[in-house]
């Protein structure tokens, strides 16, 4: 099925470095969501982005919903232990007893020791 | 707490046999999602239901089942499990309507093991 492109696949990073994703899209979406998925538990949404260019921040996360409405970026600024985990981004499709997300594969982010 | 339901936490079972796992979504809300989530793998969508009816269906093996009761609770059949079956399996609910949908609410996951 329909899947969103999301980028790297996995990062290892220093603490302290700023941390950069994306996601895109062959088609349009009026909404982007991004989620973040702690080990062994269930993905928790940190950001939804409603209108192209917009840019939000949640502490130290910003994301933007891309102006051509096909992709958005995630940035986390001074990562810290905490931050480990999967960040999925997902877009709506539908409405009601249609509605559904589409997923991107996940970034997994990893802090070397 | 979210507010979406899953019993069990854990659960492990033999090749062979069949098992239910439970999901109560969150007050109000009428669609519940399953999901499959293999080790270090991104989230495979099996099955939605909406006030009881199945709406849309993923990669669902035909030896998994679900449905959704009157109460809105939901339960995913597994049966004939193979050592392959053993995932994170997570439960969603979502928001119903509204010009503003924010996406889905998960539960903790069922983290089925088979030996």
């Known amino acids: 099925g329909q899947q969103l492109n999301q980028s790297p696949q996995s990062m290892f990073i220093q603490e302290g470095e700023d941390v950069s994703m994306n996601c895109t899209s062959s088609?349009?979406?009026?909404?982007w969501l991004w989620y973040k998925q702690d080990p062994g538990e269930g993905p928790v949404l940190l950001i939804a982005l409603y209108k192209a260019g917009e840019l939000t921040s949640n502490g130290r996360l910003t994301a933007q919903f891309g102006i051509t409405r096909k992709d958005s970026f995630l940035n986390i600024s001074a990562s810290i232990p905490s931050d480990v985990g999967i960040y999925f981004c997902a877009g709506p499709k539908g409405v009601d007893s249609n509605y559904q997300l589409i997923w991107g594969a996940g970034t997994k982010l990893i802090i070397k020791p | 707490d979210s507010g979406v339901t899953q019993t069990p936490k854990h659960l492990i079972t033999a090749t062979g046999q069949r098992v239910t796992l439970r999901c109560s979504p969150r007050?109000?809300?009428?669609?519940v999602y399953w999901y499959q989530q293999s080790l270090d793998q991104g989230l495979q969508f099996l099955i939605q239901y909406y006030n009881g009816e199945e709406r849309a269906k993923g990669n669902i093996l035909e030896r998994f089942s679900a449905q959704q009761f009157p109460d809105l609770h939901s339960e995913l059949n597994l049966s004939s499990l193979e050592l392959g079956d053993s995932a994170l399996y997570f439960c969603?609910?979502?928001?119903?309507?509204?010009?503003?949908?924010?996406?889905?609410?998960f539960g903790s996951g069922t983290r089925l093991t088979v030996v």
């Open positions: 007050s109000g809300d009428l669609s």
């Open positions: 969603a609910s979502s928001v119903v309507g509204g010009s503003r949908a924010d996406g889905y609410t």
């Open positions: 088609s349009i979406f009026n909404t």
